[in-house]
């Protein structure tokens, strides 16, 4: 069985400052990782995602996730935040085994950047 | 090219009510889903169209909860009767292609309210 934790409900980070969205996750086969955001009122929207290769993704908005394969996490990256980066990230994983196609998410990560 | 659409944005009904929610995904996408969040907890699956056929549905709470996908277009997921623990939001996803690194794409959503 797949699953994900994202452990902090809230982050709190100031304008340009880095800021880093936490993620881990279990899988019995391949991992695929997904981030995703959701702006207030909005869908989800796709950020970013992790197949195979190089351990650094590139998303939209300069955001970026590591790959870490040992630790078995994705974290969510950007170098400098902007205050139109508040709002809900959610990872996600999908894994290469069986039949199934399903997303498991975490419980979501509040990002808010301070002025 | 239009996003995938949810109807309504909104739904407030009392418990022991009907409640429908309509899902357009976008246009040529054979791949659609269904999540939901309870509580600001974890989006979960409910389930995944194929077409009008349902590949898994594993994800369905109950047998109070039916969805349809009639001529592989749009979806429909009907709540009878809607209980408390229904209230949430249900998401809508699609996707053209079913594979492991595919992306979904969502829609805004339906806040459900179950009072």
């Known amino acids: 069985a797949q699953s994900v934790a994202q452990p902090e409900d809230q982050v709190n980070v100031a304008e340009g400052n880095p800021l880093t969205v936490k993620c881990t996750y279990s899988?019995?086969?391949?991992?695929?990782l997904f981030w995703y955001v959701q702006y207030p009122n909005r869908g989800l929207q796709f950020l970013l995602k992790?197949?195979?290769?190089?351990?650094l993704v590139k998303g939209s908005y300069g955001f970026e996730a590591e790959f870490n394969k040992s630790q078995t996490s994705f974290h969510l990256k950007k170098p400098s935040a902007l205050v139109s980066d508040s709002a809900l990230y959610f990872c996600?994983?999908?894994?290469?085994?069986?039949?199934?196609?399903?997303?498991?998410f975490g419980s979501g990560t509040q990002l808010t950047v301070l002025p | 090219e239009a996003g995938v659409t949810q109807f309504p944005s909104h739904s407030v009904i009392e418990k022991g009510q009907t409640v429908t929610l309509r899902c357009d995904p976008i246009?040529?996408?054979?791949?659609l889903y269904w999540y939901r969040r309870v509580m600001g907890k974890e989006i979960k699956f409910l389930l995944h169209?194929?077409?009008?056929?349902?590949?898994?549905e594993s994800g369905m709470p109950n047998n109070r909860f039916l969805a349809e996908r009639t001529g592989g277009t749009y979806s429909t997921l009907k709540v009878q009767p809607a209980e408390l623990e229904d209230s949430g939001v249900y998401f809508c996803?699609?996707?053209?292609?079913?594979?492991?690194?595919?992306?979904?794409?969502f829609g805004q959503g339906t806040r459900l309210t179950v009072v």
């Open positions: 996803a699609s996707s053209q292609i079913d594979g492991w690194n595919t992306e979904a794409f």
């Open positions: 169209f194929v077409k009008e056929s349902k590949q898994d």
């Open positions: 899988v019995s086969g391949n991992p695929y």
């Open positions: 246009s040529g996408h054979d791949n």
């Open positions: 996600a994983v999908r894994e290469d085994s069986g039949s199934a196609r399903q997303l498991t």
């Open positions: 992790y197949i195979t290769g190089d351990n």
